[in-house]
């Protein structure tokens, strides 16, 4: 299992940037997660848009999905033939996961007629375990300003966690248990402002969260645009002694 970070910036896309956004990928299969600002310029660095298998979308937030709109309008678009090309084969359905009523926002940016044909929306909401390509996918609810899903990937014996956006949950343990590798938002440094903190988490909550489930390596993601990594770095390895990083472009983790 091989995890590329396409962005980490939470909020906005520093210059040079992009926002939340991670491909992984098992057995051939690529699953993109979070398609935030500024992402499928670097996704389509390495692939071609009809090569992502599915899309799983923690939450509404345009940080967090603003580039699904482009991800579709080139699966949509692309196989439209110039006048003297000869037509293309169009690309399959993308399946696409959201909780619910996540992208009504960025799915209204263009005529439904546009990308008909072009994506399936289903559902993203805790319960029964569910099979995406090789991956089995567990679905924690966890807070946030808006519905956001943590996500539990496994495959080929390894597990890769992901909180998405949130603040401070029992079901953090949970989510990261023995986790191979747990990738955690983390806003601030060490203390989230006392307006967000029932929805945002610290780099230091980050590193208790790791420690405290067993994961193996902890990639800390979201920071505030433009905020140097060392705070963020220095605060979570208070209390997490394992492998520990910062969510930047191009970064490759394979487990």
């Known amino acids: 299992m091989r995890i590329t970070v396409l962005g980490g910036c939470g909020a906005w896309p520093a210059a040079g940037?992009?926002?939340?956004?991670?491909?992984?990928?098992?057995?051939?299969?690529?699953?993109?997660?979070?398609?935030?600002?500024?992402?499928?310029?670097?996704?389509?660095?390495?692939?071609?848009?009809d090569e992502?298998?599915?899309v799983l979308v923690t939450h509404g937030h345009p940080d967090h999905c603003a580039d699904l709109n482009p991800l579709l309008r080139a699966r949509a678009l692309g196989s439209v033939p110039a006048a003297t090309l000869p037509a293309a084969a169009p690309p399959g359905v993308l399946p696409v996961h959201a909780p619910p009523g996540a992208l009504d926002a960025v799915l209204a940016l263009d005529r439904p007629r546009m990308l008909a044909g072009s994506f399936s929306l289903h559902d993203l909401d805790p319960g029964a375990p569910r099979e995406i390509g090789p991956f089995r996918l567990?679905?924690?609810?966890?807070?946030?300003?808006?519905?956001?899903?943590?996500?539990?990937?496994?495959?080929?014996?390894?597990?890769?966690?992901?909180?998405g956006d949130t603040g401070p949950s029992t079901e953090l343990v949970a989510l990261a248990k023995d986790a191979d590798l747990l990738v955690a938002e983390a806003t601030y440094p060490e203390r989230v402002p006392e307006e967000d903190a029932l929805y945002l988490s610290s780099a230091l909550?980050?590193?208790?969260?790791?420690?405290?489930?067993?994961?193996?390596?902890?990639?800390?993601t979201h920071l505030w645009p433009?905020?140097?990594?060392?705070?963020?770095?220095?605060?979570?390895?208070r209390s997490f002694s394992g492998e520990l990083s910062v969510a930047s472009g191009g970064l490759t983790v394979d487990l």
């Open 205 to 220: 909550d980050a590193g208790r969260t790791a420690a405290s489930a067993g994961a193996a390596r902890l990639l800390l």
């Open 138 to 163: 567990d679905v924690f609810d966890l807070p946030h300003h808006v519905p956001n899903a943590g996500l539990r990937l496994s495959g080929g014996g390894r597990v890769i966690a992901y909180t």
């Open 226 to 237: 433009d905020t140097p990594p060392e705070p963020a770095l220095a605060a979570a390895a």
């Open 17 to 49: 940037q992009a926002c939340s956004g991670y491909v992984i990928e098992h057995e051939g299969f690529r699953l993109l997660i979070d398609p935030g600002y500024a992402t499928l310029p670097r996704l389509l660095e390495r692939m071609r848009a």
């Open 52 to 54: 992502v298998d599915a």
